[in-house]
């Protein structure tokens, strides 16, 4: 553990990724105790520009974007976790099973993976989204559904290339039925290159996430989705540019954060890399 923390606090990008996420998560967790309803409407101040009492001023509705930012740091940020927590526990599970049983199994779960990979990722998301209602919970199930089969076929590899190694030889040579070999041998050193790959798509949920509420199968108004507070306030572009501009940087601000610690748990990780 020190040798892993003394190579990752030498990597500049992974720090600053580290940084931002730690920032974000503060903010998401601390923030809407202090920041103000991001329902509340005020048509006396619509289109604000930024100033006391509205640090990122006010949108169309006269609602406070500063507020609106913040509680949609917790709703994105949730949003990715819960996409990757989904996606990974599928993709690592239907992996796990086609590398380590092979055969007539590896061949059928490969095929529906390939079946998934046969579709652009975000035109079945919208179509699952469509399918199933425009909501959050929605858009975490069509992401997570478009986004497992990166898993299965990362976790897949590693455990071809594991399962004849000479601890998994060992442990059948004991004895060990199936089910030991793949969930106490073969999975815990498979995780490595999930972790960072894991690390990677929570970013890239939050963006498809905010890409699906922008154009209406995701977050509904009035709730304050960064996706959707961009398309509610992108006719307000000319007059009011702050009130969609805030919640923008918020999802690149999100994504750096996570490529870049992405890019720093891949050169810590990887041996190849060090």
Do not use: C
């Not at 101040?45 to 006010?58: F, M, S, V, W």
């Not at 949609?72 to 049983?101: H, P």
């Not at 960064?226 to 009011?240: C, F, L």
């Amino acid at each position: 553990m020190r040798k892993f923390l003394r190579r990752f606090f030498r990597n500049p990008g992974a720090v600053l990724g580290l940084a931002l996420l730690i920032l974000l998560i503060l903010v998401a967790l601390l923030g809407p105790l202090v920041a103000g309803d991001p329902l509340e409407q005020n048509l006396l101040e619509r289109l604000k520009p930024p100033g006391p009492g509205h640090p990122l001023g006010t949108d169309q509705l006269g609602r406070d974007v500063w507020a609106r930012v913040v509680h949609g740091a917790r709703i994105s940020l949730g949003v990715g976790f819960g996409v990757v927590l989904l996606a990974s526990f599928l993709g690592v599970s239907v992996g796990l099973l086609a590398g380590g049983l092979g055969g007539v199994w590896d061949n059928l779960l490969m095929r529906l993976t390939d079946i998934f990979f046969a579709f652009p990722s975000l035109i079945l998301a919208m179509a699952i989204a469509a399918a199933l209602g425009p909501n959050l919970t929605n858009t975490v199930i069509a992401v997570a559904l478009v986004t497992w089969p990166i898993y299965a076929r990362l976790v897949r590899a590693q455990v071809l290339a594991l399962r004849e190694r000479e601890f998994v030889e060992a442990a059948r040579a004991l004895g060990a039925g199936q089910g030991r070999i793949l969930f106490r041998h073969l999975l815990p050193n498979a995780l490595t290159p999930v972790l960072v790959q894991a690390s990677y798509e929570v970013g890239a949920a939050i963006l498809t996430a905010a890409g699906l509420s922008f154009i209406g199968f995701g977050a509904q108004p009035p709730t304050p989705e960064w996706g959707a507070m961009v398309a509610e306030t992108r006719n307000y572009m000319a007059e009011a540019p702050w009130a969609a501009t805030a919640p923008a940087v918020g999802i690149l601000l999100t994504v750096l954060a996570f490529n870049l610690l992405g890019d720093g748990l891949r050169d810590v990780l990887d041996p190849r890399w060090r």
